[in-house]
Nanobody, 122 residues
Framework: QFEFVESGGGLVQAGDSLNLSCAAS????????IAWFRRAPGKGRLRVSC????????TYADSVKGRFTISADSVKNIVYLQMNSLKPEDTGLYYC???????????????WGQGTQVTVSS
């Protein structure tokens, strides 16, 4: 059974940083790419970033490029999202999901876990 536990969110001010964690179980990270999504009221869902550990390839939404960095610890089976220079528009529920296509595609994925809330005040 695949499970994800997201953590690391919080209430911060604009310009601050957060490091989100996505602890995966039931499979190893080299089996599927892992994507981070953000869901915000009135803004829909955004695929924020994705990583495929087999080749280290990553993708980022244009709005977070240069500010967010995705990484993975294959020993701990955790995917991280380091978020710097946070902006109010980064506010939302962040969750991770595996991409079943085997590549960092652009499909929307529903959350597997509870997600972690990020709120950035101006």
């Amino acid at each position: 059974q695949f499970e994800f536990v997201e953590s690391g969110g919080g209430l911060v001010q604009a310009g601050d940083s957060l490091n989100l964690s996505c602890a995966a179980s039931g499979f190893t990270l080299d089996r599927y790419p892992i994507a981070w999504f953000r869901r915000a009221p009135g803004k829909g869902r955004l695929r924020v970033s994705c990583i495929r550990t087999t080749d280290g390839s990553t993708t980022y939404a244009d709005s977070v490029k240069g500010r967010f960095t995705i990484s993975a610890d294959s020993v701990k089976n955790i995917v991280y999202l380091q978020m710097n220079s946070l902006k109010p528009e980064d506010t939302g529920l962040y969750y991770c999901a595996l991409d079943p296509n085997g590549i960092c595609s652009n499909i929307d994925l529903d959350p597997w876990g509870q997600g972690t809330q990020v709120t950035v005040s101006s």
